[in-house]
């Protein structure tokens, strides 16, 4: 049976500490829309764009109160009434993404950028996500999760994984190309790392810290460069790659991991940017740009066509999640470590507890 009041991880305002709350409705199976339905959530990843939206980082704003979180995985365990067409039922076990919800029929929906949608409703931004036990999601949008994948090992593809994944499929490379990922040990980071892999692509890492640096050359980066350490980082990739990288995937989320990169693209390269910093400029040499024949591509999570192709991936034991479970109510500390740069992969929180 659902209960009437649940727990979540509440942010009042933005810039405001997380607050544990224990008496949380859980809409009925009569106040659930058609087309929306009920997920009794196992757990959770907690991506850096849930730091932005609790920090009020970003130029779009967040629903007050908040509820974030958007790489949720659980069970169905009710659909709105008059809900036509469902491809997913009862009792199935799926993923909530960033992208909720899309209307499926305007033009940017047709041409498969659902994340564009003018009536896209965001999980953890626009609707509350994934930090509370029973989430109300769409049966259009969540993302079946494969049998053979547990629920902790599948959350952080719903974000980290799937974003990752399309940045990589267009960042217009072949395999045994170069591609330099600044943020590599983070969370998109190490998954980019890893779908890297996959296509083929060798890897460069760039990141800070022995523990990031660990992780990237064990998931099989070629080389790993410390943004701290570093003197000369455009030098030390031209050299690596003789004559520069053919892509970035930069997922750093501060502006400083962009800064060089159209420096050491070579010519045809493509930079993908996907890290989110709210106010950061992307500084390029406009001459070197048309000179060279850089692409700069900004890439924003994906459609859930993406999401399928990323889960099933993850399932087949291509890429894997690099984490640590702790508790919901540890939320606010995981925040204090992202800030400080000092999480090697990702937090799952886990809901059960
Ligand atoms: O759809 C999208 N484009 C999308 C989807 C999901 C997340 C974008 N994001 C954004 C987030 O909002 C955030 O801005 O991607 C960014 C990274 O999210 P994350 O991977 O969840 O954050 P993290 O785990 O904190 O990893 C960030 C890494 O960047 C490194 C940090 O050390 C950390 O490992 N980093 C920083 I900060 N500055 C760097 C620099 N100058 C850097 N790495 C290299 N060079
Ligand atoms: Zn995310």
């Not at 365990?77 to 909530?96: E, F, Q, Y």
Request: with cysteine; aromatic share 6%.
């Amino acid at each position: 049976t659902i209960p009437k009041f649940q727990t979540a991880a509440v942010v009042d305002h933005s810039g405001a500490d997380i607050r544990i709350d224990h008496q949380v409705p859980v809409k009925s199976q009569e106040e659930l829309l058609p087309g929306e339905c009920l997920v009794k959530l196992d757990c959770s990843g907690a991506c850096h764009t849930d730091l932005h939206a609790a920090l009020g980082d970003w130029p779009l704003p967040a629903k007050t109160p908040l509820i974030g979180g958007h790489e949720g995985v659980g069970i169905i365990v009710a659909i709105g009434n008059n809900t036509s067409n469902s491809p997913v039922k009862l009792g199935d076990r799926v993923g909530i993404k960033w992208l909720a919800d899309s209307c499926l029929n305007c033009e940017d929906c047709r041409k498969g950028r659902e994340q564009n949608c003018s009536k896209a409703k965001l999980s953890g931004f626009t609707v509350d996500g994934t930090f509370q036990e029973y989430v109300v999601s769409f049966v259009n949008h969540v993302t079946p999760i494969p049998e053979a994948i547990p629920s902790d090992e599948a959350a952080s593809i719903l974000c980290a994984g799937v974003t990752v994944y399309r940045a990589i499929k267009y960042s217009q490379t072949s395999p045994g190309d170069w591609i330099v990922l600044p943020g590599a040990g983070g969370g998109l980071g190490h998954l980019a790392v890893q779908y890297a892999r996959v296509r083929g692509l060798r890897v460069i890492a760039v990141d800070t810290g022995e523990a990031k640096k660990e992780l990237c050359l064990k998931l099989g980066a070629e080389k790993w460069i410390d943004f701290m350490e570093c003197k000369d980082i455009v030098s030390e990739i031209v050299a690596t790659t003789s004559g520069g990288a053919h892509s970035a995937v930069v997922t750093s989320a501060s502006g400083a991991g962009y800064k060089q990169a159209v420096d050491y693209l070579r010519p045809g390269g493509t930079l993908m940017a996907v890290g989110l910093p709210g106010k950061a400029t992307l500084e390029a040499s406009i001459w070197f740009t048309v000179f060279k024949s850089i692409s700069i591509l900004g890439s924003y999570v994906g459609n859930r066509q993406d999401a399928v192709e990323a889960i099933n991936i993850a399932a087949r034991g291509q890429v894997k999640v690099h984490f640590v479970t702790r508790p919901l109510k540890d939320l606010e500390d995981v925040y204090e470590g992202m800030k400080a740069g000092k999480i090697a992969g990702r937090i799952i929180l886990d809901m059960s507890q």
